[in-house]
Every structure is written in C-alpha cells, then in structure tokens.
C-alpha cells in the first residue's frame, strides 16, 4: 500500500465527500425537469426520495457509526462505493417512483459510510494540531460536489440524454473505491507532528463516552443547530434551480446559481476552518450564522435582481457553519466514540435536511410559488443563533 500523510488523507476525505453528497444530494435537482417531462411526476413526489434518503440514513447513522468506530472508516468506506455504483447504474433505468425511492433508500447507506461522520472522524483521527485547517479543507468536497456534479448533469443531459448521464456518473464511486483499497489508512502508525503534544498513534481512544455525551446541554444544542441549518441549506439547494427556471431563467443560468451558492460555501468551509485554529470559535461560530441569517432574509424577499447576492451570503455563511459544527463536536466530544456521537447528531440534522427539501415542495404545490418555504428558513436559522448561545466553544484541538 502507499505511503499516505496527513493532508493527503484530508485531501482524500475532500474527494470522498465530493462524490458522495455531489451524487446523492446536490447533483440529482438538474434531473427533475426530465423527471417531469419524461414521467409526468409532481415535484413533491420527485423531492420525496431525498426525504427518505436523509431519514432512513438517520435512523441508521448511530448503528453503522459503531461499524466505522469498530471496523474504521476505510472498511466502511468500501462497502458504500460499491453500493453507489451500483446505484446509479440502476437510476438509468429508471422506470418509476418505488424504483427512484428504493434507490434513494440505498443512498442513506452510502452517506452513513462514505461521507460527512466518516470523513470528520477519518480527518480527526490524523490531527489534532491544526485540525479546524484539516477539517475545512475535508468539507471543501461538499461544496465542490455542489458546485460541480450539477454542472456535469446539465452538460451531460444535453450531450448524451439524462439515462446516459446516470450512467456515466457510476464511474465517480468506481474510482473512488479504487482509492480506498489502494490509498487510505484508517489512522497514522507513527508519531506524526499533527497530534498534539504527548499524544500517541491511539489518539482516536481520547474522548468523552458515548452515554455522557447524550446528557450534555452542549450535544443537544449542537443537534438543534444542525437540524434547523440543515432544514434551511437543503431546502435551498434542492429547490433554487426550479425558482430559477419559474422565474424564466435557461437551464444553464439556474445551474450557475446552484454552483455559485456551493462555490462560496467552498470559500466559507476552508476560509473559516482555518480561522477556527487562530481565533475563538463562539464569535467565529455567530458570524457565521449572522451572515447566513442575512442571505436567507434576501432569499426570501423574492426579488430577481438580489438572488445571486443571496446565494453569495447564504453559501459563505452555510460553509462557515457546516465547518464549526463538525469542528465543535469533536472538540467538545473527542474521537473516542465519534462514530456513535456524529450519527446521534445525524438522526436530527438528516430529519431536518430530509423534511427542508420534502415540505419546501410541498409548500409549492399548495401556495403555487416559494414565499412561505423561504419565511420559514428565516426563522430556522435565527432558532439556531438562540442554539449557539447554550454551547461553550474553545479552539481546535481541546476536548473538554
């Protein structure tokens, strides 16, 4: 096997979480007018497969957590590519909605194992100096997943027809598991500069319990913040190329608005990752929230000529947060049981994300436009700022 340092690790966990959020939750929205038109569906029934996504990888995110926590991440990790391969195989030939939503179903194994918890923790596992650095840089991926596979749907459907994009899309996870048998190692097997001083290789035994974790204020405040941002970022994100394409925008222009918000999300995970290591985390963590709060409130004033100022706001503000929760989280908790603490949080955060994309359809089909939906992730994002305020935050690199 070759050879593999920390950052390449974290550059690693980058591409892993490209692939997987970029496939299961960000790439597919450029498909559903073909879905539409093709089968005649509503979007409600189209977004509801991403609901079943995020719910069932709840419920399962505490269990195979304690598989990435006993096994590790690399075991875990190949399993799930190969299943998303398969996956998007069978999403070419796709025939109805049962077929879409068993699909969407094996999604949720892929995401427990291949990406968000099994990324932080792959990366924790190798820093503890210089981590919040680490951990943005890992986070980058989801935006760049954002930012990329939406584009490579549309120029693809147009090239070659929507079934074929599906298909060729199956290569992504192939290479990735190519990677992840040849490539990763689940934690160093020697000293390394990146954990802290007097620390050993058996860092990932640090920590607070699993069971002590659950009867923290901390831990559920932290849950709350992650279900009302996750409700918010994807509701967003699964809903802005349809406005766009309401509001008589081409095909293209509503997929540059979906990049451009995971663009700036990209700048806000990596810029505010390394800030985290110099600066305290509570203000870094409320700026972060500010800034999003004041992206949706542009969102939701449904004014063509302020979207792309809105999409600017909000992503910078969502990469910032998405960054420092995860970053809080193990700082607070440690790596000891990270897999089972990650997941416990995952259940909310996956219910909010899953009912954000679900409900804001819903929403559509029964008012005929996107006021109310947008209102309410108004709301959601100032419920996480009165969160924050019950969780005490120090830098990167102490578990308290």
Not at 177 to 193: A, Q
Not at 275 to 291: E, P, T, Y
Request: contains cysteine; aromatic residues 14%; positive net charge.
């Amino acid at each position: 096997m070759a050879k593999i340092g920390p950052w390449l690790v974290a550059v690693f966990a980058m591409l892993a979480l490209m692939v997987s959020n970029g496939l299961i939750l960000t790439g597919l929205s450029v498909y559903d007018v073909q879905f539409i038109e093709t089968f005649g569906w509503k979007i409600s029934e189209i977004k509801l497969r991403d609901m079943i996504t995020l719910l069932v990888t709840g419920l399962a995110a505490p269990f195979a957590g304690g598989i990435i926590d006993r096994w590790g991440v690399r075991r875990a990790m190949m399993g799930g590519w190969f299943v998303l391969a398969g996956c998007y195989y069978s999403y070419a030939q796709l025939e109805s909605l049962a077929h879409m939503y068993w699909i969407h179903v094996a999604f949720a194994f892929v995401l427990v194992v291949c990406g968000l918890n099994a990324a932080v923790i792959l990366v924790s596992n190798w820093f503890v100096k210089y981590r919040g650095t680490a951990i943005g840089l890992a986070l980058v991926g989801t935006s760049l997943g954002g930012a990329l596979f939406p584009q490579y749907g549309t120029q693809m459907i147009a090239a070659v027809g929507w079934s074929n994009a599906l298909l060729y899309a199956s290569l992504f996870p192939a290479g990735m598991l190519l990677l992840t048998v040849f490539l990763l190692k689940d934690k160093p097997t020697e000293p390394s500069p990146y954990l802290q001083e007097g620390a050993t290789v058996s860092v990932s035994e640090s920590g607070i319990a699993f069971k002590d974790a659950l009867k923290s204020r901390d831990f559920w405040a932290l849950a709350i913040i992650a279900m009302a941002t996750f409700y918010t970022v994807l509701g967003a994100q699964a809903h802005v190329f349809k406005y766009m394409r309401d509001a008589g925008f081409d095909p293209q222009i509503s997929t540059n608005a979906i990049s451009l918000f995971f663009t700036c999300a990209l700048i806000g995970k990596f810029v505010f990752g390394v800030l985290s290591d110099v600066l305290d985390q509570r203000k870094v963590f409320f700026a972060n929230l500010v800034v999003m709060l004041i992206g949706a409130v542009t969102l939701a004033q449904m004014e063509m000529t302020v979207v792309w100022g809105a999409m600017i706001l909000f992503g910078i503000g969502w990469g910032g947060v998405y960054t420092l929760l995860q970053l809080t989280v193990m700082n607070r908790f440690g790596v000891r049981d990270a897999g089972k603490i990650l997941g416990t949080i995952t259940i909310l955060d996956a219910i909010g994300g899953g009912l954000g994309i679900w409900l804001t359809g819903v929403f559509y089909d029964r008012f005929g436009s996107y006021d109310f939906a947008f209102m309410v992730f108004c709301a959601l994002v100032f419920i996480a700022i009165l969160a924050l305020t019950q969780v005490g935050l120090r830098r990167s690199g102490t578990v308290q």
